[in-house]
């Protein structure tokens, strides 16, 4: 099993900055990605930001340039720093990782979500 820990979620005033965090721990061979999505009441869940094993990173067009992804391999670990923040980003933001195994299958796992709120 693998337990991801979320950390860094709060208010902030618009303008403003935050990071969140993502720790992964347990039955890990190897990481093929992690991410952040976020979820605002009513609508589906999408995708904030990811990175791969590589550090190829994708991130959603509204988010490029506020908002940066990094990763540290050897914690097992994901960075999400978010600046410029704006109402609109008010939303729980998820930690997703996707986790290798040595036969070369998937499993996908989601943090617990962490509110963002953007407010004055």
């Known amino acids: 099993q693998v337990q991801l820990v979320e950390s860094g979620g709060g208010l902030v005033q618009p303008g403003g900055s935050l990071r969140l965090s993502c720790a992964a721990s347990?039955?890990?061979?190897?990481?093929?990605?992690m991410g952040w999505y976020r979820q605002v009441p009513g609508k589906q869940r999408e995708l904030v930001a990811r990175?791969?094993?590589?550090?190829?990173?994708n991130y959603a067009d509204s988010m490029k340039g506020r908002f940066t992804i990094s990763r540290d391999n050897a914690k097992n670990t994901v960075t999400l720093q978010m600046s410029t923040l704006k109402p609109e980003d008010t939303a729980v933001y998820y930690c997703?990782?996707?986790?290798?195994?040595?036969?070369?299958?998937?499993?996908?796992?989601w943090g617990q979500g962490t509110q963002v709120t953007v407010s004055s």
């Open positions: 997703k990782v996707v986790v290798s195994t040595a036969t070369g299958n998937n499993y996908i796992y």
């Open positions: 347990g039955s890990i061979f190897s990481i093929f990605s």
């Open positions: 990175i791969t094993n590589n550090g190829g990173t």
